[in-house]
């Protein structure tokens, strides 16, 4: 065979061929037209496939290797450029036509505001469903600059449509005053600055229920994802980040959904995001899908 597609850097690694054949789909969202600093988002699905053939297929951390799970890599979903309020409707109608199928979500970003269609249709289908959202940024703005769709908003929506309580953000440095307060008086977990220590006291008291995971890859510290909207100094290393993936893995959660999401490849030419994110995405796929 002089072509093969599963390795051509187009689609993720190994990817199978047919959605038939899968029982995860990985669909990018490229959307940055809400971002409040530096777009580019919009080119982190394509880019984190393509580092993803730098990889081993093997996870050395887990004892599983990518051709022991079937996912099908469907490639980035369609959306029109600049109208924000019809990509998420088209997000939505996409995951819910994938719950359906009771297929696995796993998301590649785009802008954090993708997350909250996901969201919705995750909830219709999960009502007993928690958020566990690992990002710099607390994402509890009702608006930015009088805009409610904001990539500054999405998990402010989920509060109020899934309850504060079930929400549980950790790693987070930065926002605005109201924000945190509003984490503190609501009833959602807010874990500041630290990931794995808190999620691993956090993570007993959800097992057994259905947990939807976004990782915003601004959570690292800007030294290891440079490649991102809205870096923000002060972060985790991409150690400690996979080292949460693998504790959530080895939980007793269900997790039902997962994406990465705010690669923005052009703030990065050492493509050290791309290839941090692709190695996020395998953990992913190999600690949350069956
Ligand atoms: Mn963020």
Redesign the pocket.
């Known amino acids: 065979m002089l072509f093969d597609e599963s390795y051509s850097g187009k689609v993720f690694i190994m990817s199978r061929a047919t959605e038939e054949e899968a029982d995860t789909i990985i669909y990018g969202m490229p959307m940055d037209w809400t971002v409040s600093f530096r777009p580019g988002s919009r080119f982190g699905p394509s880019r984190i496939r393509e580092a993803s053939i730098g990889l081993e297929e093997y996870s050395p951390y887990l004892d599983r290797h990518l051709e022991e799970i079937r996912y099908h890599d469907a490639g980035d979903i369609m959306l029109p450029f600049g109208n924000a309020q019809r990509s998420i409707d088209m997000i939505e109608g996409y995951i819910d036509q994938l719950v359906e199928k009771n297929k696995f979500p796993l998301g590649l970003g785009g802008e ?1 505001l993708v997350t909250w269609p996901v969201l919705k249709a995750m909830y219709r289908k999960y009502p007993n469903m928690a958020v566990i959202h690992i ?3 607390a ?1 509890l703005r009702e608006e930015y600059e009088g805009e409610p769709l904001s ?1 500054s908003t999405p998990i402010r929506k989920a509060c109020e449509l899934i309850g504060p309580e079930n929400i549980y953000s950790f790693g987070i440095r ?1 926002g605005m005053r109201e924000e945190f307060t509003y984490a503190e008086q609501s009833g959602m977990h807010m874990s500041r600055y630290e990931v794995l220590e808190p999620l691993q006291e956090i993570l007993p008291t959800l097992s057994g229920r259905p947990v939807y995971v976004t990782i ?1 890859i ?2 690292l510290d800007p030294a290891f994802a440079p490649g ?1 909207g ?1 870096a ?1 100094a002060g972060g985790i290393s991409s150690k400690e980040l996979l080292g949460a993936i693998h504790a959530i893995a080895g939980s007793e959660v269900d997790v039902v959904g997962a994406d990465l999401v ?1 690669v923005a490849p052009a703030y990065d030419p050492t493509e050290r995001t791309q290839i941090a994110a692709s190695k996020f995405v395998r953990e992913m796929l190999l600690g949350f899908t069956k």
């Open positions: 954090h990002d710099a940024h994402d990539h930065s915003d601004d959570v991102t809205t923000e705010e």
